[in-house]
T-cell receptor
Framework: ETGVTQSPTHLIKTRGQQVTLRCSSQ?????VSWYQQALGQGPQFIFQ???????GRGNFPPRFSGLQFPNYSSELNVNALELDDSALYLC?????????????FGPGTRLLVL | GENVEQHPSTLSVQEGDSAVIKCTYS??????FPWYKQELGKGPQLIID???NVGEKKDQRIAVTLNKTAKHFSLHITETQPEDSAVYFC????????????WGAGTKLIIKP
């Protein structure tokens, strides 16, 4: 186990709704990255937060937004949900910013958009 | 931008045999290459990683090799066991972004008893 926790584990929403997913990072880690993993595919990078600031973003629209709190936990918010947003959402924490720091993943939140 | 291709998509080996999974990347500036194992219903778990200043790294039954000239890296698992059955992902750091990992599509490894 990595010590990274995510909630909820599963979620069902309808198209157009908004969703908030939560992540608690491993103790001592100040960086959180969020990924979207569609069924049968590798994770795709959404963004990374370092000390409460977004310091990198993948190819996702602005309706994907996030926050990081002083205790380094994080939220992923998705507005105006679309059917294609159905996926496993993973967060990963690391000791420092950047892709070259080892990332430790949580179990994910499985989102189904109907 | 970086592109990572992973082969094969499915690999079935007899228990005790070796398994090899290969990845190629496109960005010559990439310098960090982790391998993750994902079991059903779980998040990816780092099993081994390599940085561009070395060509090979080994940890018990698992090894990774990196050929920077050819831009490919491989995962080798020896003496495979049933608990090695999972989906394996390679990834490469995107050279110019410093924050993004680009992932392969995954290899489903099946260990036959």
């Amino acid at each position: 186990e990595t010590g990274v926790t995510q909630s909820p584990t599963h979620l069902i929403k309808t198209r157009g709704q908004q969703v908030t997913l939560r992540c608690s990072s491993q103790s001592g880690h100040n960086t959180v990255s969020w990924y979207q993993q569609a069924l049968g595919q590798g994770p795709q990078f959404i963004f990374q937060y370092y000390r409460e600031e977004e310091n990198g973003r993948g190819n996702f629209p602005p309706r994907f937004s996030g926050l990081q709190f002083p205790n380094y936990s994080s939220e992923l918010n998705v507005n105006a949900l679309e059917l294609d947003d159905s996926a496993l959402y993973l967060c990963a924490s690391s000791l420092g910013q950047g892709a070259r720091e080892t990332q430790y993943f949580g179990p994910g939140t499985r989102l189904l958009v109907l | 931008g970086e592109n990572v291709e992973q082969h094969p998509s499915t690999l079935s080996v007899q228990e005790g045999d070796s398994a090899v999974i290969k990845c190629t990347y496109s960005d010559s500036a990439s310098n960090y290459f982790p391998w993750y194992k994902q079991e059903l219903g779980k998040g990816p778990q780092l099993i081994i990683d390599i940085r561009s200043n070395v060509g090979e790294k080994k940890d018990q039954r698992i090894a990774v090799t990196l050929n920077k000239t050819a831009k490919h890296f491989s995962l080798h698992i020896t003496e495979t066991q049933p608990e090695d059955s999972a989906v394996y992902f390679c990834a490469a750091s995107q050279g110019n972004s410093n924050y993004q990992l680009i992932w392969g599509a995954g290899t489903k490894l099946i260990i036959k008893p």
